[in-house]
């Protein structure tokens, strides 16, 4: 996260507030840098999972962003997106492994740090992560592969965890909603979205009427019918009430192909490997 400006002025409080390990951004990396190894990376990481992730946050007792949350598992002073390239060094792609860094700087809007996991897919197209992000807080999860992130590795890193082999979940989180490969490839590449987009909560009207257990699993995209929005499951119809701001399920039509669009019906790629990846999938700030 990039804050020249903000972290001038709020220097003072920062570190009167929060203590050494998260000290306003060193500009470089001293002479001698203690050394840490992949293990603790990860460790440190997997300790902050759960937390809220808010802008700004620095508190690890109660919110972090990208940069502090990156921060904390290197064992570094608290850097942002444009400073921690002074504690690291650039690496490529196909050496990057568990405990390096995916950093995209100096991006406007779109600032954002993420610790590499490793690979879901054998293609190195989606991998998992550690990362705070809005959407998601403090999570491991899959993101695609985005090139627009420089790769990094922390100065003084010892590389002690193998790459592990490549496992891609069939379903996964997205930050306004899931994406369910049940009824597409059953691969986690090509399914159905259920999100919230456009204020339109399918997702949560989903969750709330109990679900997989409660509708199954998505047989469509959403797609409008008769002035609302609806989505189709196994076992009836969402469709979403902009009056009510809530969602009511209707009965499967006799013939789905012949009721549905086939353009709805037909699984859809991950958005995940969209290119490039929307601001919404991950980044820092909400779009």
């Known amino acids: 996260m990039k804050r020249r400006t903000f972290l001038t002025v709020t220097a003072g409080f920062l570190a009167s507030s929060f203590g050494p390990a998260l000290a306003p951004p060193v500009l470089a990396a001293p002479v001698a840098i203690a050394s840490i190894d992949a293990s603790t990376v990860i460790l440190q990481a997997k300790r902050y999972l759960g937390l809220p992730y808010k802008y700004g946050g620095t508190d690890p007792t109660r919110a972090l962003d990208c940069s502090a949350y990156v ?5 570094i002073p608290r850097q942002t997106t444009d400073t921690i390239g002074g504690w690291a060094t650039r690496i490529s792609k196909a050496e990057l492994l568990p ?50 992130y420089q ?13 592990p082999s490549p496992v891609m979940p069939v379903d996964y989180d997205l930050p306004r909603g899931h994406f369910f490969s049940q009824t597409g490839g059953n691969d986690g590449r090509t399914g ?59 009965p499967l039509p006799d013939d789905l192909i012949l009721a549905v669009a086939a353009d709805a019906l037909t699984p859809v790629e991950t958005p995940l490997l969209a ?5 919404s999938l991950g980044q820092g700030r909400a779009p």
């Open 71 to 75: 921060s904390l598992a290197w064992g």
């Open 99 to 148: 405990g390096d860094a995916m950093n995209l700087a100096d991006d406007g809007r779109a600032d954002h740090i993420r610790l590499f996991d490793g690979w879901a897919t054998a293609d190195r197209t989606i991998m998992w992560v550690y990362e705070a992000a809005w959407g998601f807080g403090v999570s491991h999860h899959v993101v695609g592969y985005d090139d627009r």
């Open 151 to 163: 790769p990094i590795r922390r100065l003084g890193f010892t590389p002690d965890l193998p790459l």
């Open 192 to 250: 159905f979205a259920v999100t919230n987009e456009n204020r339109i909560n399918l997702w949560s009207e989903f969750r709330r009427l109990g679900g997989v257990d409660g509708l199954g699993w998505p047989l469509s995209s959403r797609f409008a019918s008769w002035g609302q929005t609806v989505q189709v499951f196994e076992k009836g119809v969402l469709a979403w009430d902009p009056l009510q701001r809530s969602a009511t399920v209707g």
């Open 275 to 279: 290119r490039p990846q929307p601001r």
